[in-house]
């Protein structure tokens, strides 16, 4: 059966699900936005469940226990810098996509939230990345239930409400 896709806006960090992903970066070190938002809210562990981990490439995902943090795991991925689209962003983000749900399947989360990957400081046009995130998630083999795509603002919102067609 498909997972339930849905959008909503609010604080990732607030979250009741199984797992949130975080947008991070290739170092997995602590960051600024979504990524600098979740690791203050998870407390000072993080950083060195983090630093463990020894690392990440982009379009991969590893997780971490969420530690203060409603969600009982968090799924850092790491998506694509945007450079035009030429670079293989597009193929690096659906994979990010991909692998956080593969991910959350060898965890047993049932329910995962996903803020909008490489649409912040990394410069990823919102639009097509929403779609991509969407396009993925619908077409992903996961045991995931519920995925829940989490906006900061309106337009973000916006953004998946108009892919998801509601």
């Not at 670079?87 to 593969?102: C, F, H, K, N, T």
């Not at 900061?152 to 409400?161: K, M, N, S």
Request: proline letters at 5%; one cysteine or more; charged letters at 20%.
């Amino acid at each position: 059966m498909a997972a339930t896709l849905e959008a909503v806006q609010g604080d990732i960090t607030r979250e009741t699900v199984d797992a949130i992903v975080n947008a991070a970066n290739s170092g997995l070190a602590r960051g600024g936005g979504v990524c600098g938002a979740i690791f203050a809210a998870a407390g000072p562990d993080l950083d060195a469940a983090c630093a463990d981990l020894g690392g990440c490439p982009t379009g991969d995902a590893k997780a971490t226990p969420g530690f203060r943090l409603p969600a009982r795991w968090i799924i850092h991925a790491v998506g694509p810098v945007w450079h035009g689209g030429d670079a293989g962003e597009p193929v690096q983000l659906a994979s990010a996509y991909r692998r956080s749900l593969a991910v959350a399947d060898e965890l047993g989360a049932r329910s995962v939230a996903f803020p909008a990957i490489s649409t912040g400081i990394y410069g990823y046009p919102l639009d097509a990345a929403t779609a991509i995130a969407v396009r993925t998630c619908q077409e992903a083999d996961t045991d995931v239930d519920v995925i829940r795509f989490v906006a900061f603002d309106d337009r973000t919102l916006d953004a998946y409400q108009r892919v998801l067609g509601n």
